[in-house]
Protein backbone atom coordinates (compact mmCIF):
# COMPACT_ATOMS: atom_id res chain seq x y z
CA UNK A 1 0.00 0.00 0.00
CA UNK A 2 3.06 2.35 0.58
CA UNK A 3 4.04 1.91 -3.15
CA UNK A 4 1.25 2.80 -4.48
CA UNK A 5 0.64 6.03 -1.88
CA UNK A 6 4.25 6.74 -2.96
CA UNK A 7 3.49 6.74 -7.24
CA UNK A 8 -0.10 8.85 -6.54
CA UNK A 9 1.93 11.18 -4.91
CA UNK A 10 4.79 11.06 -7.60
CA UNK A 11 1.73 11.54 -10.22
CA UNK A 12 0.51 14.31 -8.59
CA UNK A 13 3.62 16.11 -8.31
CA UNK A 14 4.30 15.20 -12.03
CA UNK A 15 0.76 16.54 -13.28
CA UNK A 16 0.54 19.22 -10.90
CA UNK A 17 4.28 21.18 -11.49
CA UNK A 18 3.74 20.22 -15.53
CA UNK A 19 0.44 21.96 -15.36
CA UNK A 20 1.77 24.94 -13.40
CA UNK A 21 4.17 25.48 -16.23
CA UNK A 22 1.92 24.72 -19.39
CA UNK A 23 -0.92 27.04 -17.71
CA UNK A 24 0.44 30.37 -18.88
CA UNK A 25 0.18 28.79 -22.58
CA UNK A 26 -2.49 26.88 -22.78
CA UNK A 27 -4.70 29.29 -21.13
CA UNK A 28 -6.41 31.77 -23.74
CA UNK A 29 -8.48 34.46 -22.99
CA UNK A 30 -11.80 35.22 -24.69
CA UNK A 31 -10.10 37.47 -27.57
CA UNK A 32 -7.62 34.36 -27.86
CA UNK A 33 -4.62 35.22 -26.49
CA UNK A 34 -2.93 33.05 -24.33
CA UNK A 35 -3.52 34.09 -20.13
CA UNK A 36 -1.44 36.91 -19.43
CA UNK A 37 -0.75 38.06 -23.05
CA UNK A 38 -2.69 41.69 -22.26
CA UNK A 39 0.42 42.07 -19.73
CA UNK A 40 3.26 40.89 -21.64
CA UNK A 41 2.31 42.94 -25.07
CA UNK A 42 2.08 46.11 -25.15
CA UNK A 43 4.14 49.03 -26.60
CA UNK A 44 7.20 47.82 -28.27
CA UNK A 45 7.43 45.48 -25.28
CA UNK A 46 10.76 43.36 -24.92
CA UNK A 47 7.86 40.10 -24.95
CA UNK A 48 6.82 41.47 -28.56
CA UNK A 49 7.26 38.50 -30.16
CA UNK A 50 5.09 36.52 -28.18
CA UNK A 51 2.21 38.88 -28.95
CA UNK A 52 1.84 37.98 -32.93
CA UNK A 53 2.78 34.00 -32.27
CA UNK A 54 0.11 31.45 -33.03
CA UNK A 55 -0.48 29.14 -29.99
CA UNK A 56 -1.73 25.61 -31.05
CA UNK A 57 -1.38 24.65 -27.49
CA UNK A 58 -5.09 24.00 -26.36
CA UNK A 59 -6.49 21.42 -24.22
CA UNK A 60 -9.84 20.73 -22.72
CA UNK A 61 -11.58 21.93 -20.20
CA UNK A 62 -11.45 18.75 -18.01
CA UNK A 63 -7.62 18.62 -18.36
CA UNK A 64 -7.58 22.04 -17.22
CA UNK A 65 -9.69 21.32 -14.22
CA UNK A 66 -7.62 18.11 -13.54
CA UNK A 67 -4.28 20.02 -13.81
CA UNK A 68 -5.99 22.59 -11.84
CA UNK A 69 -6.38 20.08 -8.53
CA UNK A 70 -2.75 18.43 -9.13
CA UNK A 71 -1.64 22.40 -8.96
CA UNK A 72 -3.83 22.83 -6.03
CA UNK A 73 -2.25 19.14 -4.58
CA UNK A 74 1.24 20.79 -5.24
CA UNK A 75 0.63 24.21 -3.40
CA UNK A 76 -0.89 22.37 -0.42
CA UNK A 77 1.80 19.88 -0.45
CA UNK A 78 4.81 22.61 -0.14
CA UNK A 79 2.89 24.48 2.43
CA UNK A 80 2.26 21.26 4.67
CA UNK A 81 6.04 21.29 4.05
CA UNK A 82 6.94 24.59 4.93
CA UNK A 83 4.86 24.49 8.28
CA UNK A 84 6.45 20.73 9.56
CA UNK A 85 9.79 22.29 8.60
CA UNK A 86 9.22 25.46 10.98
CA UNK A 87 7.35 23.26 13.76
CA UNK A 88 10.45 21.37 13.62
CA UNK A 89 12.99 24.36 13.89
CA UNK A 90 10.72 25.39 16.49
CA UNK A 91 11.18 22.28 18.50
CA UNK A 92 14.88 22.65 18.36
CA UNK A 93 15.47 25.88 19.10
CA UNK A 94 13.27 25.21 22.41
CA UNK A 95 15.64 22.26 23.33
CA UNK A 96 18.64 24.25 23.20
CA UNK A 97 19.95 25.36 27.03
CA UNK A 98 20.26 29.22 27.59
CA UNK A 99 23.52 30.55 26.65
CA UNK A 100 23.56 31.74 30.15
CA UNK A 101 23.67 28.04 31.90
CA UNK A 102 27.13 26.42 31.63
CA UNK A 103 27.55 23.34 30.56
CA UNK A 104 29.48 20.86 31.93
CA UNK A 105 31.00 18.41 30.15
CA UNK A 106 30.23 14.46 30.51
CA UNK A 107 33.14 12.55 32.00
CA UNK A 108 34.83 10.45 29.74
CA UNK A 109 33.76 6.84 29.49
CA UNK A 110 36.57 4.11 29.05
CA UNK A 111 35.36 1.28 26.83
CA UNK A 112 36.70 -1.94 26.90
CA UNK A 113 35.94 -4.25 23.97
CA UNK A 114 33.77 -7.16 24.21
CA UNK A 115 35.04 -10.32 25.06
CA UNK A 116 33.54 -13.04 22.54
CA UNK A 117 33.62 -16.65 24.04
CA UNK A 118 36.14 -18.57 21.90
CA UNK A 119 34.69 -20.54 18.22
CA UNK A 120 33.81 -23.95 18.76
CA UNK A 121 36.25 -26.53 16.47
CA UNK A 122 34.65 -26.92 13.44
CA UNK A 123 33.26 -30.68 13.43
CA UNK A 124 30.47 -32.15 11.05
CA UNK A 125 27.31 -33.58 13.37
CA UNK A 126 25.27 -34.88 10.33
CA UNK A 127 27.21 -38.18 7.95
CA UNK A 128 27.14 -36.96 4.51
CA UNK A 129 25.17 -38.04 1.81
CA UNK A 130 26.61 -41.46 -0.19
CA UNK A 131 23.43 -41.43 -2.06
CA UNK A 132 21.06 -39.20 -4.15
CA UNK A 133 17.24 -39.26 -4.17
CA UNK A 134 15.11 -40.81 -2.12
CA UNK A 135 16.05 -43.52 0.47
CA UNK A 136 15.29 -46.79 1.49
CA UNK A 137 13.53 -47.33 -2.29
CA UNK A 138 13.45 -51.12 -3.13
CA UNK A 139 14.13 -51.43 -7.11
Known amino acids: MNRAKDYISFAGWFMGIGYAVMWPFTASSRSGQPFGA ?72 VVRPRLRPPAPPPHRSVKPRSHFGLRNVPR
Open 38 to 109: SVLCGDEALTGWLCPASYPLRMPEELHALGFVAALFVAVRLVTYAIRRLRRRRQNLALVPPSDVPIVPAPEV
